[in-house]
């Protein structure tokens, strides 16, 4: 079933009330029990040593890939609690991004996609949830079009697939942008795990790159995707709800959430997260009940 929703103030406000079962001692002790109890580790996959950590327990493992310059904790960390109470979570750093090492050569979202395919195959995970978000949607969608057998349900946070998607001038910024515009928490994070704090440059410039050299893909890119997908996105995100409608109508199996805010505010990412905010909380309802319902594969 194809759906549009776009969640205004009434529903924030329902979701505030209902978010207070949440709060209660219990659930908090058994977050904090949970986020103890991380593994973690490196895998060696197409050349690089790639850094993941697990949380939680569950049949099939809810996958995180974050975004661009970030790590684990930058895009996830005021969400992955709560996510980690009901799901067994994987989460990696791609190539050249915090922990993580690097590789000879650009990067691309093609190969972050091969290398996350790498890392469920060293885990020995068959099949998985997938949850991108920003680059890291880019990359869950290609994990999704080029070893679609791994993945079960997706889910493709602020992401996009063809340059006129992205809002007026940010090519333009990308093409100078420098170290020095960098947000500090990102810096600040790389620096606190990375193997080689002077490799902070090197991480910068090939995100840079890669956004600057990005070439549309084809409609046909997002139609081969068939499972059941959820598109997320903000009212006032990097690229445009016209932009993730247009993904919405390609991709056959999809449902779209647009959120109120600004890029990654919806899940609390860590340069644009509002203190108090519940609309994170939000966007984990959406999510689980995506995660739990049975689909329908059928148009409206």
Known sequence: ??????FGLSLLMLGCVNSKNDNSVSGESK???????????????????????????????LVLIHGGGSTIGTTFGNILPLLAKNHRII???????????????PETFEQD??????LLQHLKVGKADLFG?????NTAMQVAIRHPEVVNKLIIASAFYKREGMMPGFFDFMKTASLEN????????????????????????????????????????????????????????????????????????????????????YIGESITAKKGSKIPELT?????????????QKKI
């Open 284 to 296: 984990i309802g959406v999510i689980e009940e995506f995660l739990a319902e049975e689909w329908l």
């Open 182 to 265: 960098m947000p500090e928490q990102l810096k600040t994070a790389y620096l606190e795990v990375a193997p080689d704090k002077d490799h902070l440059q090197v991480m910068h410039d090939k995100d840079r790159d890669r956004m600057i050299n990005f070439k549309d893909w084809k409609d046909d890119d997002l139609k081969s995707i068939t499972m059941p997908t959820l598109i997320l996105s903000a009212d006032k995100d990097v690229m445009s709800p016209e932009h993730a409608t247009v993904m919405h109508r390609l991709i056959t199996n999809s449902q779209l959430v647009i959120l109120p805010g600004v890029h990654g505010a």
């Open 31 to 61: 977050s904090q029990e949970i986020m103890n109890s991380v593994k973690s580790g490196y895998a060696q996959v197409n050349g690089i040593s790639m850094y993941y950590e697990i949380y939680g327990e569950g049949e099939i493992p």
């Open 1 to 6: 079933m194809k759906l549009i929703i776009i």
């Open 113 to 118: 996609a091969d290398d996350v395919f790498a």
């Open 91 to 105: 989460a990696m750093e791609l190539q050249a991004h915090g922990h993580s090492g690097d590789r000879e050569g």
């Open 133 to 137: 978000f920003s680059n890291g949607g």
